[in-house]
């Protein structure tokens, strides 16, 4: 609960008195815990085996209304499931969600604290999910920068902060336009975000979207000649994780 109180200031947990509906944490099998405000008792798994600083983080992001990332109805743009690898028992874990949740507000985010691993429920050892820009997933560390704007957007309390990024694809890169004067940051905290290496691991997505003023801030240049052809076509949306370590001067433009 830390984790959560401590990166969005504008959430609060409190001992329950009377309130009807309220988050009941138990040991009980597996770790879970159902997804949103319930109305009464939610009880929340937390077996032995899961009380773990990352894993409680995740189970609490269930209770706050978070899917799964890798079930967003447009991660096969960004992921391969393969199938054969999952326990079938499992596999409904692995269902995208289309059409019940908002999933586009924000770009997909391969190092948020809801996304699974590349082995989770493994039948044989081999990966069950695949980044398809070679991006690392399944980090148990705490919250990413996008599941902290994510969490600001969803809840009204914090909507007096920032706002939610634009939609998937908004913080692209055509041609045209020149300099950088006209970037802008969303977040407060991009500037400290881009310092962490944001901008070229785990949040690329996130903060091309929304800290494209602090990814862009420096010296930036093209490092192949085909830079501007490919950020005419939009990869510096579809594929920010190359374009912004090789092809910065073509897509921090406005």
Same mark, same amino acid.
Request: charged share 20%; aromatic share 10%; hydrophobic share 25%.
């Given at each position: 609960?830390?984790? @959560?109180? %401590?990166?969005?200031?504008?959430?609060?947990?409190?001992? !329950?008195?009377?309130?009807?509906?309220?988050?009941? $944490?138990?040991?009980?099998?597996?770790?879970?815990?159902?997804?949103?405000?319930?109305?009464?008792?939610?009880?929340?798994?937390? =077996?032995?085996?899961?009380?773990?600083?990352?894993?409680?983080?995740?189970?609490?992001?269930?209770?706050?209304? $978070?899917?799964? %990332?890798?079930?967003?109805?447009?991660?096969?743009?960004?992921?391969?499931?393969?199938?054969?690898?999952?326990? !079938?028992?499992?596999?409904?874990?692995?269902?995208?969600?289309?059409?019940? /949740?908002?999933?586009?507000?924000?770009?997909?985010?391969?190092?948020?604290?809801?996304?699974?691993?590349?082995?989770?429920?493994?039948?044989?050892?081999? &990966? /069950?999910?695949?980044?398809?820009?070679?991006? /690392?997933?399944?980090?148990?560390?705490?919250?990413? =920068?996008?599941?902290?704007?994510?969490?600001?957007?969803?809840? /009204?309390?914090?909507?007096?902060?920032?706002?939610?990024?634009?939609?998937?694809?908004?913080?692209?890169?055509?041609?045209?336009?020149?300099?950088?004067?006209?970037?802008?940051?969303?977040? %407060?905290?991009?500037?400290?975000?881009?310092?962490?290496?944001?901008?070229?691991?785990?949040?690329?997505?996130?903060?091309?979207?929304?800290?494209?003023?602090?990814?862009?801030?420096?010296?930036?240049? &093209?490092?192949?000649?085909?830079?501007?052809? @490919? =950020?005419?076509?939009? %990869?510096?949306?579809?594929?920010?994780?190359?374009?912004?370590?090789?092809?910065?001067?073509?897509?921090?433009?406005?």
């Amino acid at each position: 609960m830390r984790d @959560w109180m %401590e990166k969005v200031p504008c959430l609060r947990f409190v001992q !329950r008195r009377s309130q009807r509906g309220y988050l009941y $944490f138990h040991s009980g099998s597996g770790c879970s815990s159902a997804v949103g405000y319930q109305g009464s008792r939610q009880f929340v798994s937390l =077996a032995r085996g899961c009380m773990h600083h990352g894993i409680i983080v995740h189970e609490i992001g269930h209770a706050l209304g $978070f899917w799964h %990332e890798q079930s967003r109805s447009d991660r096969d743009r960004y992921i391969s499931i393969h199938w054969q690898n999952i326990q !079938r028992n499992m596999q409904y874990n692995f269902n995208k969600m289309s059409g019940r /949740t908002d999933d586009k507000s924000h770009g997909y985010d391969y190092g948020s604290i809801m996304h699974y691993g590349p082995r989770a429920f493994s039948v044989n050892g081999r &990966n /069950t999910i695949t980044a398809k820009n070679g991006q /690392t997933i399944g980090q148990r560390q705490g919250l990413s =920068a996008g599941d902290i704007q994510q969490a600001k957007t969803m809840y /009204t309390a914090c909507k007096g902060g920032s706002t939610g990024g634009g939609g998937e694809g908004g913080g692209g890169g055509g041609g045209g336009g020149g300099g950088t004067a006209c970037l802008s940051d969303k977040d %407060e905290n991009c500037r400290a975000w881009a310092a962490k290496g944001y901008c070229r691991h785990s949040n690329v997505h996130y903060m091309m979207q929304n800290c494209k003023k602090s990814c862009c801030s420096g010296n930036v240049t &093209n490092g192949n000649q085909r830079c501007q052809e @490919w =950020a005419n076509r939009g %990869e510096c949306s579809n594929n920010p994780g190359y374009m912004l370590l090789n092809c910065q001067a073509s897509c921090c433009k406005c």
